[in-house]
T-cell receptor, first 115, second 112 residues
């Protein structure tokens, strides 16, 4: 079954304690990205990756890091979390197959609370 | 920069058609997307339209694109209670693999 998995699904942490949210896809998609969803703001892109070792900033990259050492994994790293990073995070993968055909999958979300 | 706007809320009766609207600012956008988010779930890609198209139909879903007015709409025919969700439109600029800009989402409430 095609899917994007995220772990953990829920996390409560304290300011300054480094954390990593993992994301993995099993579809061999080249493109992966991270979003945060906040009430009244919709989804905002944090980082995206077009392939292994290729990453770039989205609209709200401050306070986040990513890496793409393998095609299937795209972890999101918060080196020193702050309360304004409390949010719902989604990982997604996407593959454009030509002829205006593409597939996209979103993970189930990670709800993060930073105290 | 890019901006995508949507109305916040829409209420329709079961069996009626729903029309969710979206406006965008980037006239060079390549792809325009519609997603559905059910409570407590991630986003599901519903449909998308390439910028050189005016309309796309997929079963009960019809996407209309007015490039002159930079207006995108999603029509859901014979709306069902299972269609109750938040609907997001999004745009991707030329290149296809770059930044994605989402609207804030329209909450569709279907009244039985």
């Amino acid at each position: 079954e095609a899917q994007v998995t995220q772990n953990p699904r829920y996390l409560i942490t304290v300011t300054g304690k480094k954390l990593t949210v993992t994301c993995s896809q099993n579809m061999n998609h080249e493109y992966m990205s991270w979003y945060r969803q906040d009430p009244g703001l919709g989804l905002r892109q944090i980082y995206y990756s077009m392939n292994v070792e290729v990453t770039d900033k989205g609209d709200v990259p401050e306070g986040y890091k990513v890496s793409r050492k393998e095609k299937r994994n795209f972890p999101l790293i918060l080196e020193s979390p702050s309360p304004n990073q409390t949010s719902l995070y989604f990982c997604a993968s996407r593959q454009y197959s030509g002829g205006h055909q593409e597939t996209q999958y979103f993970g189930p979300g990670t709800r993060l609370l930073v105290l | 920069g890019e901006d995508v706007e949507q109305s916040l809320f829409l209420s329709v009766r079961e069996g009626d058609s729903s029309v969710i609207n979206c406006t965008y600012t980037d006239s060079s956008s390549t792809y325009l997307y519609w997603y559905k988010q059910e409570p407590g779930a991630g986003l599901q890609l519903l449909t998308y339209i390439f910028s050189n198209m005016d309309m796309k139909q997929d079963q009960r879903l019809t996407v209309l694109l007015n490039k002159k007015d930079k207006h995108l709409s999603l029509r859901i025919a014979d709306t069902q209670t299972g269609d109750s969700a938040i609907y997001f439109c999004a745009e991707i600029p030329p290149g296809g693999y770059q930044k994605v800009t989402f609207g804030i989402g329209t909450k569709l409430q279907v009244i039985p």
